[in-house]
């Protein structure tokens, strides 16, 4: 459930990562080393969302912190 008690949003990470990866044309790892306010930043420029999108709460960003570390270096990169 989110905040006004309806049901929660997935976020679209396929058309994200299309818009990013296809579209603006970075490399995966231009890509993921973004900040959300950046990819928010570059969204909103493209006219895909409104400027009203909000930010992830504390807990969110926590938990996405703990499953995908700084310093976790990937092969591919």
Do not use: H
């Not at 818009?19 to 490399?27: A, H, P, Q």
């Not at 807990?59 to 092969?75: I, K």
Request: charged share 25%; no cysteine; hydrophobic share 45%.
């Amino acid at each position: 459930m989110n905040a006004a008690g309806g049901k929660a949003r997935q976020f679209p990470w396929d058309q994200v990562i299309a818009i990013g990866l296809g579209r603006l044309r970075l490399s995966p790892r231009d890509f993921w080393v973004m900040t959300p306010r950046e990819l928010a930043g570059v969204l909103r420029g493209l006219n895909v969302v409104s400027g009203t999108v909000a930010a992830p709460r504390r807990g969110t960003l926590e938990a996405l912190m703990n499953r995908f570390p700084d310093g976790a270096e990937r092969q591919d990169r």
